[in-house]
């Protein structure tokens, strides 16, 4: 059973996908939220300073000082974007904007200068090839297991937990950071362990996916999941469960048409956040339009009642509560009064004779009427 | 450093001509994405590119630049659009939204990239240059290319100036007067990716985001006048296209693009710290100036009240006093004062140390500036 999970390379890659793949957006729900993500941005990009400085110190590639060094660039970056925007010299994002070219920069000339030979490709760090998970691999007892499975399976535990630990202040730093520090609650130490932890996620899954699909695996999926539900709890689940299926959609899309697996895995996310665009339940484009829609008739038909109402029994209820009135005074294309008094006749609110196309309020309708005008004697 | 001559070698004329173009030209677009608070669309814009530019060859089947940037510009266009569509008309933020752009069209350039690559469509090589950019590539018909899109940018900046810079400073207020805003903004936003082309071939997609920033954030360090902070944005561009460039010549390794980058992110520190008035550094001295000045005329204060208490002008006052008085900082601001020839040390007794007292333009400056003479405000 286990084997046949270890020698089966297609298991392999969708597995450590899909482990980048919720590791990186459970942490992206919260950020998403504050509105902090493009943190990511600085950070998958500045952690290849972190990576190559470390290299250069201890001449390996797969030391465990990269999670720390890799961390620490993020964290600076992170740091220095702050420190450059409370000067209020420049906004946030021109801040983050500036440091991290900047230090992606250093790197790019860094890996030219001293570590040309090394496995540190650039093109590699940025799209990241997850085929290659296969030639790195650590014996764990009798099967020879991906690196990267073994950093990305540890680095996705502890982002779960980290979440699932504090959930409750997550969420109250995320909404309310005033009152979760009035409550005594650090928000600011909870947000730098979350970007920490992002760092850390980085670098794991620099081999994966690289820098740039890290962003996309780390925003979509929650944002997706945000465009679809109003529960935190559900945004969280629910990125996750997006990230897995795109890494799944995404590893067969990429094996059919022969391309970049990160980069399809990515593709997919953003395939279904387009779909909740248009298609949410709740705040998708279409459902906005139709409530917009129903939303609209519902008025028409209230104002088709009052008007009705308001003419009831006076002296120019003949010539007032007529079909033919509605397009002169109330203003409506005879197309537009028919197809309100067709649905005001199919609530059942208001009958109609054939003749002379008077129009009547039913017992509904009036009681309908009275609610509009007459709110407070509501029973 | 190389002597003048490598200034007429080929390959060094044009990546220098095209260094200097892609730095006015970002320069000038990216002050406008500052002063709109629209920075890092610039990043979305140009990581788009890459989608574009697999698209471009794969309709065109060839690596000129024609195809290549014409699909680069219309994907980043299609971009910028995307990021506002989804800022206005869904519930994510600015920055999930272009985080979502962002990574979502780059994700689609490496799928366009790896598509070509594993089937060795021919003339492919080099396409991924674009990722980070490669000067000795530049050709000079890239050159041509490359000044007609700077050309296009920068009258559609001197013929739209009066709109450009209402819709900068003040979008309400344009409102009001019935331009059409949504309009100019999308327009300078997608004027970006004219930029993103111009450095395609130099800087690369990936670190076009501080050509469009680092230049704009210097100037406006300098200047109070959009004409002036355009002008010197373009200034340092170029600048840093030029020096970034010359740079690179200086050995084997050493990548154009990210020297341009840092040279120009380099000018941005300088001028965040050091420019007059505005400067990071500047401001902290002319606050450490202020409390000095402040801290002075207390003393000042405080001497001529002891000195009219004890009806005596010339009363001298013992150091240690006013070291409980004024705290440590009183030493300084005596040192200060002696040098103003405000006041001067005195051996009073010689066993009892330090004592100073006001010389009489001391007397004067601080009868002519009746100030209270408490001790200041200082933390626990």
């Not at chain 1, 440091?99 to 790197?107: D, K």
């Not at chain 2, 608070?37 to 089947?61: K, M, N, R, T, W």
């Amino acid at each position: 059973m286990l084997a046949a999970f270890f020698d089966n390379p297609e298991l392999m890659f969708m597995t450590i996908g899909a482990l980048v793949g919720v590791a990186a957006s459970v942490l992206g729900a919260f950020l998403v939220l504050r509105g902090t993500s493009l943190y990511t941005d600085a950070i998958s990009h500045s952690v290849l300073l972190g990576i190559v400085l470390v290299y250069l110190a201890t001449g390996e590639v797969n030391s465990p000082y990269q999670l720390v060094g890799a961390a620490a660039a993020g964290l600076l970056t992170v740091y220095l974007s702050e420190l450059l925007t409370s000067s209020r010299l420049l906004k946030r994002d021109a801040a983050v904007g500036l440091v991290f070219p900047a230090l992606f920069a250093l790197a790019m000339l860094l890996i030219g200068l001293y570590a040309r030979r090394v496995h540190i490709d650039a093109d590699a760090v940025l799209l990241g090839e997850l085929a290659f998970a296969w030639l790195d691999t650590v014996p764990i007892g009798e099967y020879a297991v991906p690196r990267s499975l073994v950093t990305m399976g540890i680095i996705a535990l502890a982002d779960v937990l980290f979440v699932g630990l504090f959930f409750k202040e997550l969420k109250l730093a995320t909404f309310d950071a005033g009152l979760a520090r009035a409550l005594g609650f650090r928000p600011r130490l909870l947000f730098y362990g979350l970007l920490f932890l992002t760092s850390v996620t980085a670098v794991g899954a620099f081999d994966a996916v690289g820098a740039v699909l890290f962003i996309a695996l780390v925003i979509v999926p929650p944002a997706a999941a945000h465009l679809l539900t109003d529960r935190l709890w559900l945004m969280v689940i629910g990125g996750g469960a997006i990230a897995l299926f795109a890494s799944a959609g995404g590893y067969w899309a990429a094996m059919r048409w022969d391309v970049s697996i990160g980069g399809m895995m990515a593709v997919v996310n953003g395939l279904i956040l387009l779909a909740a665009f248009f298609l949410g339940p709740r705040h998708g484009l279409l459902a906005r339009l139709l409530r917009g829609r129903r939303q609209r008739a519902e008025a028409h038909v209230r104002m088709l009642l009052v008007h009705l109402y308001t003419h009831e029994g006076d002296e120019q209820a003949e010539r007032e509560n007529a079909a033919l009135a509605l397009e002169h005074h109330l203003r409506w294309p005879a197309e537009q009064a028919r197809r309100v008094v067709a649905q005001a006749e199919a609530l059942g609110l208001v009958t109609s004779e054939p003749e002379g196309q008077r129009l009547h309020l039913t017992g509904a309708g009036r009681e309908a009427a009275r609610e509009v005008l007459e709110p407070w004697r509501r029973r | 450093m190389p002597g003048l001559e490598i200034l007429s070698d080929f390959t060094v004329r044009n990546a220098l001509i095209g260094a200097s173009l892609l730095g006015v030209v970002s320069g000038v677009l990216g002050t406008f994405a500052v002063l709109r608070e629209q920075s890092l669309i610039g990043d979305a814009v140009s990581h788009a590119a890459l989608p574009g530019i697999c698209l471009g060859f794969l309709i065109a089947g060839t690596r000129e630049i024609w195809p290549l940037a014409l699909g680069a510009l219309a994907a980043g266009a299609a971009a910028a659009l995307a990021v506002l569509a989804l800022t206005r008309y869904s519930r994510l933020k600015p920055d999930a939204s272009l985080g979502t752009v962002l990574s979502t069209f780059f994700a689609a350039g490496t799928v366009l990239l790896t598509y070509i690559q594993n089937r060795q469509l021919p003339g492919q090589a080099g396409l991924d240059s674009f990722l980070f950019g490669q000067a000795a590539a530049v050709l000079p018909e890239d050159l041509w290319f490359m000044g007609a899109v700077a050309l296009v940018a920068l009258g559609a900046v001197g013929l739209f100036w009066k709109e450009f810079k209402l819709v900068a400073f003040d979008p309400g207020f344009a409102r009001s007067l019935g331009l059409p805003v949504a309009l100019i903004e999308a327009a300078l936003t997608a004027m970006i990716a004219l930029a993103v082309v111009v450095g395609l071939q130099l800087v690369g997609v990936v670190l076009m985001v501080a050509m469009v920033i680092a230049p704009g954030t210097a100037a406006r360090q300098w200047c109070r006048r959009l004409e002036t902070t355009v002008l010197l944005a373009a200034g340092f561009g170029a600048a840093s296209g030029i020096l970034g460039t010359m740079l690179s010549l200086l050995g084997r390794g050493l990548a154009t693009g990210p020297l341009i980058v840092l040279v120009a992110t380099g000018l941005a520190v300088v001028s965040l710290l050091f420019a007059p008035g505005r400067g990071a550094a500047w401001k902290a001295a002319a606050r450490r100036r202020a409390r000095a000045a402040i801290e002075d005329r207390h003393i000042l204060a405080g001497m001529w009240q002891l000195a009219q208490s004890h009806g005596d002008a010339a009363y001298a006052v013992e150091q240690g006093m006013l070291d409980a008085m004024y705290g440590a900082g009183a030493r300084g601001a005596l040192e200060r004062l002696e040098r103003q020839g405000l006041v001067e040390p005195v051996t009073h007794m010689s066993e009892e140390g330090l004592h100073w007292r006001l010389t009489p333009e001391g007397r004067k400056a601080a009868a002519a500036e009746p100030l209270s003479p408490s001790p200041t405000v200082r933390g626990e």
